[in-house]
């Protein structure tokens, strides 16, 4: 939550912040809000994650079936209680925000090299640096491995394991024929099936079966099978639909507690990981760089401490579980 508050605020400002020559990045975010819609038996959980969201600071509050059908008035209500629902969340297009802090480091002085990485070089306990595929090293002292997915790969290439997978999941853009009063949050149904708008069009996604596999093909089946019945029984106006689309990416799956690994491998002087996200790296992305910046360069977390995200917190017990994975 932490991580999300400052991530949300950069985010805000990002076009400003990442300016170069004139030129602001478009990052299209749009603060629609988040909503976790409930039955009667999910409520008193959503009750309890309100009360720790604003212990945190976060400004969500527990909605109504009133107060639903006044955000989406299509909304099929007869089998829900209410929902959760925070309106400063929002959704930003990922691609962009990569592009827009390439190119601001590029232009505050880093060398950006396009290329593979094959393997860590380390010597002793000591990171030396990273060999790239076209043969070349590059010699550092610091490494950080951010390589999302492949980033366990690459680490056990050097005989250091993580419990990371890759697991698949599939993205479907469509249009609906009757359109809907209002822009909508991003909307979580209580079967795992998500969806907002895109433009003036909708995506949707569903909570996959976790399986370790880099499969980036997209099947339309699994729509007609997994998400339009949801999608169809929850708004009407989705019972006719056409597929416009679709994409698959890859969740870097950590599969003891569904959150990030962040920090210095504590037997190698030098190796820095990042990843293992499990599906909600963009909301923490900007605060994780901002807390492995501090971390390699005083040797300390100053603006939020992420030290309960320590690559030794397998080994010490000390998980930090997230159990709202989509
Ligand atoms: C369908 C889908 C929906 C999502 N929805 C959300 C959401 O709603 N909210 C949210 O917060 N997050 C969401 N995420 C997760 C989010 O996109 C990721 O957590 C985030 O992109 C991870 O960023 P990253 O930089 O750690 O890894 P990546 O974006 O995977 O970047 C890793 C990079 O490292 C490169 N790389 C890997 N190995 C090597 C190598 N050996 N040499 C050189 N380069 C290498 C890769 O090519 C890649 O460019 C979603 C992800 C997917 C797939």
Not at 211 to 224: C, G, K, L, T, Y
Request: one cysteine or more.
């Amino acid at each position: 939550m932490q991580l999300s508050r400052f991530s949300l605020n950069v985010y805000k400002h990002f076009a400003e912040d990442m300016e170069v020559d004139g030129e602001k990045p478009d990052i299209g975010f749009k603060q629609r809000g988040y909503l976790f819609l409930a039955t009667e038996k999910m409520m008193p959980q959503f009750e309890k994650n309100m009360m720790l969201q604003h212990r945190n600071g976060v400004d969500s509050q527990l909605l109504d079936i009133e107060d639903l059908r006044g955000l989406i008035p299509e909304l099929t209500i007869s089998d829900l209680a209410g929902g959760l629902y925070c309106s400063e969340s929002g959704y930003l297009d990922a691609y962009s925000v990569m592009q827009g802090y390439i190119k601001y480091a590029k232009h505050l002085g880093a060398e950006y090299i396009y290329e593979e990485v094959s393997d860590l070089l380390i010597e002793g306990q000591q990171m030396k640096g990273v060999r790239l595929k076209n043969g070349e090293t590059c010699t550092a002292p610091v490494v950080v491995n951010c390589g999302g997915a492949w980033g366990a790969q690459l680490s056990e290439k050097a005989g250091i394991k993580f419990s990371i997978v890759p697991s698949p999941r599939q993205i479907f853009q469509f249009d609906c024929e009757k359109k809907l009063k209002n822009y909508l949050p991003l909307t979580m149904d209580p079967t795992g099936v998500y969806f907002r708008h895109e433009g003036e069009q909708m995506i949707a996604g569903y909570s996959e079966p976790i399986r370790s596999d880099f499969d980036f093909s997209w099947r339309r089946e699994d729509f007609i099978e997994n998400v339009w019945p949801p999608l169809a029984h929850r708004i009407p106006n989705f019972e006719r639909v056409k597929i416009v689309r679709g994409w698959a990416g890859i969740y870097d799956y950590n599969t003891e507690d569904h959150n990030a690994i962040i920090g210095q491998y504590p037997k190698i002087e030098g190796y820095y990981v990042a990843f293992g996200f499990s599906g909600h790296g963009m909301q923490q992305a900007p605060g994780v760089g901002k807390g492995m910046s501090e971390l390699i360069r005083k040797g300390k977390y100053e603006t939020i401490d992420l030290s309960p995200l320590r690559p030794e917190r397998f080994a010490e017990h000390q998980l930090v579980i997230e159990d709202a994975i989509y």
